[in-house]
Nanobody, 119 residues
Framework: EVQLVESGGGLVQPGGSLRLSCAAS????????MSWVRQAPGKGLEWLST????????YYADSVKGRFTISRDNAKNTVDLQMNSLKPEDTAVYYC????????????WGQGTQVTVSS
């Protein structure tokens, strides 16, 4: 059974930092690209970042480039998202997602973790 479990969310003040982690199980983690996606209240899904399975190549949305960093540890089956300089507009549920092998999209999602940026 494929399972993705996010953790690390919470309440943080503007300008603060959080580190999210996604623990993967039930598949060969190192074979898959992994992504982070978020959904703000009343908004649609917003792709944030992807890290490739092999060479460590990363991609970021303009909205988070320079503030967020995606990383993975294939030995631990985890993918993390370090979030710095947080803004109120970063408030959202953050999801970890597996990218399908054939490039058609995200085939498994975690349950999400809430991030609230507020003073």
């Amino acid at each position: 059974e494929v399972q993705l479990v996010e953790s690390g969310g919470g309440l943080v003040q503007p300008g603060g930092s959080l580190r999210l982690s996604c623990a993967a199980s039930g598949f060969t983690f190192s074979n898959y690209d992994m992504s982070w996606v978020r959904q703000a209240p009343g908004k649609g899904l917003e792709w944030l970042s992807t890290i490739k399975n092999g060479a460590g190549i990363t991609y970021y949305a303009d909205s988070v480039k320079g503030r967020f960093t995606i990383s993975r540890d294939n030995a631990k089956n985890t993918v993390d998202l370090q979030m710095n300089s947080l803004k109120p507009e970063d408030t959202a549920v953050y999801y970890c997602a597996r990218e399908g092998l054939e490039g058609w999209g995200k085939d498994y999602w975690g349950q999400g973790t809430q991030v609230t940026v507020s003073s």
